[in-house]
């Protein structure tokens, strides 16, 4: 009989984290969807590009060198496209780092 009264609390058990489990799927679904992808996208969009102190300063720097010599203008879009890399080299680094904290905190 103790046994059949462990089995049953076991299958309750289970039973609840199937139903969390599903809930956490059904969650992670409706964050896919294009108005959670968007509403995300508008509540994040003032602490993006146009708030970052590295492109007001290459703005500045454009401006600046437009000014002064049209000679230099190509130089602007290499120091632009210098700048993408920058930012794309960080994001990378950034998610390295968590995938090694996620793998140094599962052992």
């Known amino acids: 009989m103790r046994r059949l009264h462990d089995l ?3 299958r309750l058990n289970l039973i609840a984290r199937c139903e969390q489990q599903r809930l956490e799927v059904a969650y992670r679904i409706a964050e896919l ?21 590295f492109a007001w300063l290459l ?3 454009t401006l600046l060198v437009m000014m ?3 000679r230099l203008v190509g130089w602007i879009g290499k120091v632009g496209a210098g700048m ?4 794309r080299a960080t994001a990378i680094v950034r998610l390295l780092r968590q995938l090694r904290s996620l793998s140094g905190g599962g052992r």
Do not use: T, V
């Not at 969807?33 to 102190?53: C, K, T, V």
């Not at 993408?84 to 930012?87: E, M, P, V």
């Open 8 to 10: 049953e609390a076991r």
């Open 59 to 61: 703005s500045l720097g």
């Open 68 to 70: 002064r010599e049209r």
């Open 84 to 87: 993408a890399l920058i930012s």
């Open 33 to 53: 969807s294009p108005a959670a992808q968007l509403s995300q996208w508008s509540r994040r969009a003032p602490s993006s590009a146009a708030s970052h102190p």
